[in-house]
Each structure stands twice: as structure tokens, then as C-alpha cells.
């Protein structure tokens, strides 16, 4: 998750103040630019999740064309890896479901996407619709939540 992180990568040079081999003592000076913060903008959307027989369905719908086609490169180019939620409200985490126990599946729609997350195992799926029950509740609420496929944000919406 490191790699989709608000980090600053600034005073992370190398050997910064060590001496060089074969340069004597003196160090190395900081590099004449920074380098960039390593940061993404993520597409807004509308969020619906729902439970349905086997796991949950989570569908995300732009209107804007520009976000939606950068939102479903996204998922085209991450589909396969894990699939991960995480709620917020007021900037503050409060819901973060790791959906781990299922096979979880990306299908391109007309306005967006659609992430479906099934198991055949009936303790695995009452967790995925647990969780998915838990997140339809914070949306409800007024959180944002952003859907994470191998730890990289794919969107953020509301209901």
C-alpha cells in the first residue's frame, strides 16, 4: 500500500551526508530539486453495494466520461488483485473491509463498473455480505468510501 500513499519522498536521497568511496571525507550534497510526492487522483463516483446470493455487488457509475474511462482502466488494469474498501467520514477512517475470503470480479458497464465478490464457501460469504452490510450502512450515513484493488484506489464515491 506504500505505493498509493500521500508520501513525501523528498529527504529520502541517497547517502545523503555520507562520504563517497574514493571522495575523502566530505559528503554529499542534497540533490539540486526534490523530487515529485508520489500521489494520484482518484475518480469520483456514485456507490451502490448490495448482498446477493453467493457474496455482494458493488457498482460504481460516473457521469463525468473523463473520470469514467479513467476509472475503468483502473479496474481493467488491476483486475485480478485483491479487492479492499475502506469508509470514511470526515477524513477519518471508520470501516476498512478486506475482501480476501472471495473471488472478487470487475465488469465494465456502460457508466462505470461493477466488482462483484462471491465465495462457495458459506462462512466466507456471510462475512462478505457482513462487510458488504456494514459499508451500505456508512454510505447511507454520509461516508465516502474507496475501492482499492491490490492496495491502489480505483474510486471514491457516495450514494
Avoid: H, W, Y
Wanted: proline fraction near 4%; charge should be neutral; hydrophobic fraction near 40%.
Amino acid at each position: 500500500m506504500t505505493g498509493t500513499m500521500m508520501m513525501e519522498r523528498t529527504g529520502m536521497g541517497m547517502g545523503m551526508g555520507m562520504p563517497m568511496p574514493g571522495m575523502g571525507a566530505a559528503p554529499m550534497s542534497a540533490p539540486a530539486t526534490s523530487m515529485a510526492p508520489n500521489m494520484m487522483m482518484v475518480p469520483r463516483c456514485k456507490m451502490t453495494m448490495e448482498t446477493m446470493k453467493g457474496g455482494m455487488k458493488i457498482t460504481c457509475s460516473c457521469d463525468d466520461a473523463v473520470a469514467r474511462a479513467m476509472m475503468q482502466n483502473l479496474f481493467t488494469m488491476l483486475a485480478g488483485n485483491m479487492c479492499s474498501c475502506c469508509c470514511m467520514m470526515n477524513g477519518m477512517m471508520c470501516c476498512n473491509c478486506n475482501l480476501m475470503m472471495g473471488m472478487c470480479k470487475c465488469e465494465m458497464t456502460k457508466d462505470g463498473c461493477v466488482v462483484t465478490c462471491t465465495s462457495g464457501d458459506a462462512a466466507c460469504v456471510a462475512m462478505i455480505q457482513g462487510c458488504c452490510e456494514c459499508m451500505a450502512a456508512c454510505l447511507k450515513s454520509g461516508c465516502t468510501c474507496c475501492v482499492m484493488m491490490g492496495g491502489t484506489p480505483c474510486c471514491c464515491g457516495t450514494m
